[in-house]
């Protein structure tokens, strides 16, 4: 599986993976890689922390393993019985390999309810994970305003918000004044991502 198959943002980030890796390990995501639909490849899917490593990619904004996750995922075309397996029996990076290998698999909205488990959760690490592309993509007005407010009050940067900009629309202002008036009137600082958005003309949305 060699990188210009790949759409461009794919491609960059295997290209990214390969630079970061040693010889050893780069063969062997070559390998995987090639011959992942005729393999064992769920095995690769596991073990890809100790084959790979957790070096940064700073362009990608993830880890060696996601990257290699999400490579891997796309080479087998994984359907939504297999992303929902995984998600469901994997630990907390795999299921965050997951969320953000969905954008790249044909699955349409089906896989949304990844998504909404992720941001039931408290882990910041799945909440950034789910708030990307695909979630930008298929939650509806609603859904996204909350996936948007659980970055607030979980700490999570607003820059991890897929689409921040085209989907504010004026309930979610309203819905961030709310939470700035209620910051300040108990004498606490108002984080300055949302004093960013609250800057911002809404745009119309349905709800």
């Not at 210009?4 to 295997?14: C, D, K, R, V």
């Not at 994970?129 to 996936?147: E, K």
């Not at 989907?167 to 300040?184: F, G, N, P």
Request: charge should be negative; include cysteine; proline fraction near 6%.
């Amino acid at each position: 599986m060699n990188s210009p198959t790949l759409p461009e943002a794919l491609a960059a980030l295997h290209a990214e993976l390969v630079e970061a890796l040693p010889e050893q390990a780069a063969e062997w995501l070559a390998a995987t890689l090639r011959w992942a639909a005729d393999a064992d490849w769920e095995s690769s899917f596991a073990v890809a922390t100790r084959r790979v490593g957790r070096a940064a990619l700073p362009r990608a904004g993830m880890p060696a393993t996601d990257a290699a996750r999400v490579l891997l995922l796309h080479a087998v075309d994984a359907d939504l019985a297999t992303v929902t397996r995984l998600y469901q029996q994997g630990d907390a990076a795999e299921r965050r390999a997951v969320l953000q290998a969905l954008p790249w698999l044909r699955l349409g909205p089906e896989a949304i309810g990844l998504v909404e488990d992720a941001l039931r959760t408290n882990d910041t690490r799945l909440i950034v994970a789910a708030v990307g592309d695909y979630a930008a993509a298929h939650l509806d007005q609603h859904q996204w305003r909350h996936a948007v407010l659980k970055c607030v009050f979980t700490g999570v940067p607003l820059s991890a918000v897929s689409g921040l900009a085209p989907r504010t629309d004026a309930e979610l202002l309203r819905m961030l004044a709310d939470y700035a008036a209620e910051r300040e009137a108990a004498g606490r600082p108002v984080p300055d991502d949302v004093r960013d958005v609250l800057a911002q003309t809404p745009h119309p949305q349905e709800s």
